[in-house]
């Protein structure tokens, strides 16, 4: 039976109404989604593999067993982590009151930071302790609700790529059908897409290494102890948004005005801010850029852009975008035009 104009006209509108209210309430969890794909591309090969060799052919018991092997690669080094800066906490901790009267050593704080200020200002340690401790207590709720929200986050992400792995190849298929696009268009789009995902992770690994050396030849020359280690803490330390290799360089520079070395402090400053800090915004648009049609500098304006409107995330979304935009240009000029 053939269906009426009216029927089509109807069961469209009601399709875009059904489909608006599934990306809106979908909408929050984007990010959850978008960042568990770009994982699951990159260890979609070693899902294969052990697909292949190991659990012959079952892809459930394949998908929890690289989510494992992803989860022990990922938390070894956080846990290495934590434990460095938990250890080093603890030794800042009792050199403070091994030293006597912590007044004195505040004092020292105090004469330290303002040798370095202009003439009319100064700095006043206890006023800045008693600040922040007020701060802390006003928003221990928030940061209760934030870690839980953290906490969460990181576990829907880790189910969403479990079912990536294990039922991707379908939803492709799925995707092909739907869509009113050839399978080999389709197919090209998804490439580039794979692609970009493939060297937007890498070439955060890669940067990551590259911060890491940078920050230990830093420490090391401005003579802060332990700087291989340390080093290897800031490369790590890149990845976690918003704070990245300041979780190494402010500690150190205030030991190090702490303990009377200021020009070493101004050094290691200027050396995390000019060398360590820009590395990321010249090294990601290169390596996302390379072996594509995409120009670096619109490679940079994408991860900006995308960090301003989506936060921390947007450090995928953006090149993605961009590359999604040039892979649609491409199939029109040769499909259209």
């Known amino acids: ?72 690669i990922l938390c070894v080094p956080l846990f290495f982590m934590g434990t460095v800066i938990f250890n080093q906490a603890q030794n800042a901790y009792q050199f403070i009151t091994s030293n006597g009267d912590t007044s004195i050593f505040i004092q020292k704080i105090d004469t330290s930071i303002n040798n370095l200020m202009p003439n009319g ?14 701060f802390l207590s006003n928003n221990i709720g928030n940061f209760f609700t934030s870690t839980f929200n953290t906490i969460l986050m990181a576990l829907l992400t880790i189910f969403t ?44 690994f890669f940067i990551a290494i590259v911060q890491g050396i940078l920050s230990w ?16 803490v800031a490369g790590m330390a890149s990845f976690v948004p918003t ?18 070395m200021q020009l070493q402090a101004l050094g290691l400053l200027l050396w995390a801010m000019i060398l360590v800090g820009t590395i990321d915004n010249i090294l990601s648009p290169y390596i996302i850029s390379k072996n594509t049609e995409v120009p670096s500098i619109f490679i940079l304006f994408s991860i ?11 450090i995928i979304i953006g090149p993605l975008v961009l590359s999604l935009l040039y892979s649609l240009v491409a199939i029109y000029r040769k499909e259209i035009i």
């Open 304 to 314: 900006l852009g995308g960090i301003s409107l989506m936060g921390p995330i947007g």
């Open 217 to 232: 030849i830093g420490l090391w020359i401005f003579g802060v102890p332990n700087p291989a280690l340390w080093g290897v």
């Open 243 to 260: 704070l990245g290799t300041s979780i190494v360089f402010v500690p150190s520079i205030l030991f190090l005005l702490f303990t009377g």
């Open 121 to 134: 200002f100064t700095f006043d340690t206890h006023e800045k302790v008693v600040s922040l401790t007020s």
């Open 1 to 72: 039976m053939e269906t009426s104009k009216t029927e089509k006209y109807f069961l469209f509108g009601l399709l875009a109404i059904v489909l608006a209210l599934t990306l809106a309430i979908l909408y929050p969890f984007l990010a959850i989604f978008i960042l568990a794909a770009a994982f699951a591309v990159v260890i979609n090969p070693v899902y294969l593999w052990i697909r292949k060799h190991i659990t012959k052919k079952k892809e459930g018991l394949a998908s929890f067993i690289t989510i494992i092997l992803f989860l022990l």
């Open 161 to 204: 790529m479990f079912y990536l792995l294990k039922d991707g190849e379908k939803w492709r298929e799925g995707l092909v059908k739907i869509l009113p696009l050839s399978e080999k268009n389709i197919n090209e789009v998804l490439s580039s897409l794979k692609d970009s995902v493939n060297r937007i992770i890498k070439g955060s």
